[in-house]
């Protein structure tokens, strides 16, 4: 087992350089999703007397996105055209795809703070190992996949969250069909941050589909031939990529 011995170079590197990059952005994919919280409004106006007043209700959401636990709540607890706004909800869970997406990010900035440890640490540990580069390498080839899936999942299920709390839901809530209620969309909260997330997941599946091919020449699959004949003599495989 090699001591520690900090060595930067291999930050210097592609291997190393893009490793850092995927840290980085695993953190704005998990901060910008996961500190989510928004507000979506509506203004409610009672026709059921001489005097119409409009009053505007608030339905409060976020992370993880369970819709259907956000309920609607009247300024100061006001009784607004005699309905119970708090027994209706918003419509849709999207708690699933939101903490797949966010739950892998974090697994990731883990394994990329491991990884950084190990070839910034422990290089010619590294170098030397046959195994630790195949699993970086299928670690990374992995990695490539789940951001796909996680983050074409998470921008499916924001473009229902967009749909579920935009103007549709005064076509959707049963007291605005009442005769007397009039609804009317004000507005919800900008959701630029959660536009971003699905930015740097896709830009996640491009960094470490890109960094494959630096790892993989790391490994004994790209010269096997060399890597078997230097530890037959009992040296030192030259590095490849740190």
């Keep these: 087992m090699s001591s520690f011995q900090l060595n930067l170079n291999p930050l210097k590197e592609p291997l190393g350089f893009i490793k850092v990059l995927e840290w980085i952005a695993s953190i704005f994919a998990f901060a910008t999703c996961g500190g989510f919280k928004g507000k979506t409004e ?11 007043d409009n009053k505007t209700i608030t339905a409060a959401f976020g992370y993880p996105f369970r819709l259907n636990e956000a309920s609607f709540q009247t300024p100061e607890g006001v009784n607004v055209c005699d ?3 708090k027994s209706h909800v918003l ?3 999207y708690s699933s795809s939101a903490q797949f ?9 883990l394994y990329c703070v491991a990884a950084l440890l190990l070839y910034v640490g422990y290089t010619n540990l590294y170098r030397d190992s046959r195994k630790l580069p195949m699993v970086d390498f299928v670690v990374t080839l992995v990695a490539t996949f789940l951001w796909l899936v996680s983050t074409s999942a998470w921008a499916k299920a924001l473009t229902d969250i967009k749909m579920a709390t935009g103007r549709n839901i005064v076509q959707e809530l049963l007291p605005c069909k009442q005769p007397g209620v009039i609804c009317h969309f004000v507005s919800v909260t900008s959701m630029g941050s959660l536009n971003v997330s699905v930015i740097f997941g896709f830009l996640n599946m491009i960094l470490w589909g890109g960094n494959a091919w630096f790892v993989y020449k790391e490994t004994s699959l790209h010269s096997p031939s060399n890597t078997s004949a230097s530890h037959s003599q009992g040296g030192i495989p030259p590095p490849t990529g740190i």
């Design 42 to 52: 509506i203004q409610v106006a009672c026709h059921t007397n001489k005097s119409s």
């Design 83 to 85: 309905v119970d706004w």
């Design 91 to 93: 419509i849709g869970d």
């Design 101 to 109: 997406y966010v739950t892998f990010a974090v697994f990731v900035f």
